[in-house]
């Protein structure tokens, strides 16, 4: 089980223990120069925020893989084709726990209409005053876009609901378990131009890569909130940081940054960042920028692993996993 961290590693003992598996945890990714740790195992976990080289799916065919277990939902890092060429299947865990997801994006949203990052620089710098620049909306006047209304994008429009808000939802797969709930806007434009708050819970796709850029941008209501707790490469950061600039966007939260691999579960407190537009984000008051932990509660923590060895158990003793994305 590669790219470990020690909360990981203690959920895998615990289910090592459980189902008699001989099984090693590691802190390190996979690459070229770690693949030697993989030196007599059957199976293989992962926790890959960067790609591997298409090569690397040949290599492991050679050397007897047929699986590699992702502690994701998301599985953009791989070349599904290619995996399946070699005969590697890809396994991830599509529902880890939804209503972590939802809360953080919620909070963030609260924290966002509430000002709290300009409030807490200003407690800070021992000013105390109030003024029309932290005065708040409350979420019952608002008109609330969910913009992807599966499993976790459902918990996020139940949450805005029960604080009164006007909840609108757009997907291309309706959900008819929250159509109570929710109203459908079949236009994108017009979601847009409605949406007070969005909120995005979309997996990345080839079709919604920078969806958000200048001309999105422009479509939305002036001073709207937009939070991103999905994937980072669904906006376009050049074109928030001018919509922020033009204050057509009045603020955003960002859990999910196009260019975040490199720094992401990193400690680089001790060395410059070598990006511009990762810096901009992380000094704007108008910008609450985490590094992609939305996720990150215990039970999610237990269920990525135990969801992932469970798939890379099945796939070893019965040839197949129900978690599949390149059957």
Not at 64 to 77: K, N, V
Request: hydrophobic share 35%.
């Amino acid at each position: 089980m590669m790219g470990a961290r020690d909360d990981e590693a203690t959920a895998a003992k615990n289910w090592a223990n459980k189902n008699n598996v001989d099984l090693t945890t590691t802190p390190e990714i996979l690459d070229n120069s770690t693949y030697h740790l993989l030196e007599g195992y059957d199976g293989l976990s992962l926790q890959q925020t960067m790609g591997i080289p298409d090569d690397m799916y040949t290599r492991l065919k050679e050397d007897g893989f047929t699986q590699i277990a992702q502690r994701s939902a998301g599985i953009d890092m791989y070349n599904l084709d290619e995996a399946k060429k070699q005969g590697i299947s890809i396994t991830n865990v599509p529902a880890y726990s939804p209503n972590s997801v939802s809360e953080f994006a919620v909070g963030s949203a609260l924290n966002c209409l509430r000002h709290t990052q300009e409030v807490q620089n200003r407690v800070k710098a021992h000013d105390f005053t109030w003024d029309e620049k932290i005065i708040s909306t409350e979420v019952r006047s608002l008109t609330v876009g969910i913009l992807g209304t599966g499993r976790i994008g459902q918990i996020t429009a139940k949450i805005f609901k029960g604080f009164g808000a006007n909840v609108i939802g757009y997907d291309l797969y309706k959900n008819p378990n929250i159509e109570d709930i929710l109203t459908y806007i079949d236009d994108f434009d017009n979601f847009l131009e409605q949406s007070d708050l969005i909120v995005i819970h979309l997996p990345l796709t080839k079709e919604n890569h920078h969806l958000f850029n200048k001309e999105t941008f422009a479509k939305m209501k002036p001073g709207a909130i937009l939070i991103n707790v999905a994937r980072g490469a669904i906006v376009d950061t050049k074109s928030l940081i001018e919509a922020l600039d033009s204050r057509q966007i009045s603020c955003c939260a960002i859990d999910t940054y196009e260019n975040e691999m490199p720094y992401v579960t990193k400690n680089w407190a001790d060395k410059p960042l070598e990006d511009p537009l990762l810096e901009e984000l992380i000094k704007r008051e108008d910008v609450l920028y985490t590094p992609h932990i939305a996720f990150y509660t215990k039970t999610s923590v237990k269920n990525l692993v135990e969801g992932a060895l469970n798939s890379c158990y099945s796939i070893l003793t019965t040839g197949s996993a129900d978690t599949i994305v390149n059957p």
